[in-house]
């Protein structure tokens, strides 16, 4: 397992449109990957998961990825999210 965390920069969080992209790029590997945040674990291939966890500008989470495929899932999935997911 891998783990690195990661703050997100998003102007509005992770909404509807950056949480699909979120799992967009999760769902592209086998490893089960998910996040920490606020106490709570979210599925980052469900995007009711991580709408569910009400992440905002600036929160930072954890990421977590296990599986055959978890270092470069991480190393994919850091990149997105510091990128903006797309906005």
Do not use: W, Y
């Not at 674990?41 to 905002?56: F, P």
Request: proline share 2%; glycine share 10%; charged share 25%.
């Amino acid at each position: 397992m891998t783990s690195q965390k990661v703050t997100v920069k998003n102007p509005t969080g992770l909404h509807l449109r950056p949480a699909g992209n979120l799992c967009k790029e999760a769902m592209k590997f086998k490893s089960l990957v998910s996040f920490r945040f606020a106490g709570g674990t979210a599925n980052a291939k469900s995007v009711l998961s991580v709408l569910g966890a009400c992440v905002k500008c600036g929160d930072e989470i954890e990421l977590f990825c296990e599986g055959e495929d978890e270092e470069i899932a991480l190393k994919t999935l850091v990149e997105a999210i510091e990128s903006g997911l797309g906005e």
